[in-house]
C-alpha cells in the first residue's frame, strides 16, 4: 500500500525533462554572457544617457542585478543537469558564487564605512566649521576641494579654503549644491554596488567600466540638481576650477569615461 501510494505521488509531482533544463541553462548563460559583455560595452559608448542620465544609471544597475542573477541561474541549472539525482548537491557551486559575491558586497561596505569613520575623526582634528553654513567644515588647504561624507541626516560638507578664496559666491553655492546632491540622492549606496562588483571580479574589464561609467553619471545627476540654483555656465566655471570629484570613500577614477566630455557638452546646450 504504501509503495502504491509513492508511485502514486511521483506520477503526480511535476518533472521538468532533462532537455528543458539543459535548455533553460544555456538560455540563461547567453543572457549572462550578452549582459557581462556586449552590452555594457554598446551602453558605454551610447550618446543618449548624457541626456537621460537617470534612465541610464537604472539600465546600469538592471544590467549588474539580471547579470548576476542569470549567472547563478545558469550554474544552477547546469549542475542539476549534470547531476540531477544529487539536487543539493547540484546547487553547490551556485550558491557558492552568490555567496562569493555577497561576501565581496559586506567587505566592501565594511572598508568604506571604516574609511568614512577614520576621515571623520581626522576632520574633526584638522577642520574648523564653516561661520555661516551648517554641517559645512573648512580644511586648511590651498588646493580647491570639495566634497561631503555621507552620514544621513549628519551628512557634512567638506570644503578647502583654497575654494573658498578661489570661487565667487554663485560659484560656490554651485559647488555646495552639486556636493550635497550626491548625500541627498545617496549616491554613495549605488557607487557602492559597483565598486563591490569591479572588487569581486577585478579581472573582469566590463566590472571596471561599469564602475567608471556610474560615476560620470551620478556626478550628471549632482550637476542637474546644481542646475535648479545657478546657470550652467557658472556651474561649469566651478567645475573646471574644483574638477571632477567623485563621492568620498568611493574612490572613482571618472577621467577614464567620455561622459566627461559629455558633461560639459550638456551644460553648454
Known sequence: MLLVAMDAAQAGALVIPHGVVIAGAIALGAVALALAWPVPVILSRASWPMRAPVMALLLWQAIGLAGGLSMIGALALAGYAALPQHPWVALVP???????????????????????HRHLALLEMLASPHPTRARTQVIDDAVPVAYCLPRGARSVTVLSQG??????????????????AHVEQRHDLLLLAFRAWRS???WFPIAARAEVEVAA???????DHARREVRDEVLARAILQVGASGVPGADQPVSGSMRVSDRFRRLAR
Open 200 to 202: 569581486a571580479l577585478p
Open 217 to 223: 553619471l551620478v556626478e550628471m545627476l549632482a550637476d
Open 163 to 180: 575654494l573658498l578664496d578661489r570661487l565667487d559666491p554663485d560659484e560656490l553655492v554651485a559647488v555646495i549644491a552639486h556636493e550635497r
Open 94 to 116: 551556485a550558491a557558492l558564487f552568490t555567496m562569493y559575491l555577497l561576501s565581496h558586497l559586506g567587505a566592501t561596505i565594511v572598508a568604506v564605512t571604516r574609511l568614512r
